[in-house]
């Protein structure tokens, strides 16, 4: 199988696994800057799995504005997420 998820068994979960994690705390941004209903059980879940993803990074910048605070701490841990994911999966391949 050739393509983004083509390689060893191990390296391959960790690229989606990853992937999913980036995945859903991206979407949290879109759901944030899009102004979901927090009321919504989708973006409820969303938000609750997104904080818990980034827990770590929460409130590691406090701008002003509300849609730049959600984008730098979700933002930063997904990017951080990927690239440490990808780079692990690549060292297994």
């Known amino acids: 199988m050739a393509g983004r998820y083509g390689s060893a068994g191990a390296a391959r979960s960790i690229m989606v696994v990853t992937d999913v994690v980036a995945g859903i705390l991206g979407l949290w941004i879109v759901l944030y800057v899009l102004d979901a209903n927090p009321s919504n059980d989708f973006a409820h879940w969303v938000h609750s799995a997104a904080d818990w993803l980034s827990a770590w990074a ?36």
């Open 58 to 93: 929460h409130d590691l910048f406090t701008p002003s504005e509300g849609w730049l605070r959600t984008l730098f701490n979700y933002g930063i841990p997904a990017v951080l997420y990927l690239f440490v994911g990808h780079t692990l999966a690549g060292r297994l391949k």
